[in-house]
């Protein structure tokens, strides 16, 4: 699975994220970083990557244009350094793996996650 880390994360995501196996690279490096979410939405759909970010806008864009993709994972953690907090998100990563493929947004909070298959629609 190929990684897209937004740019309201840190760059540190990335050799994380590339320890547990997965390809993983930040926005920083492919695009400027005041590009808006819909062009780092277009571009990740057509190179198959999830997006991993903290901005609730990607959810809102799934939710409003219905599409199936790219897989969005939001998380909604306090702090994003911590490292029990890093080793749930990327626990819940590789469980809903399968669902990313197909199209899927994970939200990650504290201790919980929810899976949601796309597109979403008003009675998900």
């Given at each position: 699975?190929?990684?897209?880390?937004?740019?309201?994360?840190?760059?540190?995501?990335?050799?994380?994220?590339?320890?547990?196996?997965?390809?993983?690279?930040?926005?920083?490096?492919?695009?400027?970083?005041?590009?808006?979410?819909?062009?780092?939405?277009?571009?990740?759909?057509?190179?198959?990557?999830?997006?991993?970010?903290?901005?609730?806008?990607?959810?809102?864009?799934?939710?409003?244009?219905?599409?199936?993709?790219?897989?969005?994972?939001?998380?909604?953690?306090?702090?994003?350094?911590?490292?029990?907090?890093?080793?749930h998100v990327c626990a819940a990563i590789a469980l809903a793996e399968t669902a990313l493929a197909t199209?899927?947004?994970?939200?990650?909070?504290?201790?919980?996650?929810?899976?949601?298959?796309?597109?979403?629609s008003p009675s998900s």
């Amino acid at each position: 699975m190929k990684l897209l880390v937004d740019m309201n994360l840190s760059p540190d995501w990335v050799p994380l994220l590339v320890s547990h196996g997965w390809e993983a690279c930040h926005w920083s490096t492919l695009g400027p970083g005041n590009a808006p979410d819909t062009v780092l939405m277009n571009w990740a759909r057509e190179h198959q990557q999830v997006v991993l970010t903290q901005d609730l806008d990607f959810s809102q864009l799934l939710y409003t244009t219905q599409q199936s993709g790219p897989s969005v994972i939001l998380l909604r953690m306090d702090n994003e350094f911590d490292p029990a907090a890093r080793d749930h998100v990327c626990a819940a990563i590789a469980l809903a793996e399968t669902a990313l493929a197909t199209g899927a947004l994970l939200t990650i909070s504290g201790h919980r996650v929810r899976l949601r298959h796309l597109p979403i629609s008003p009675s998900s």
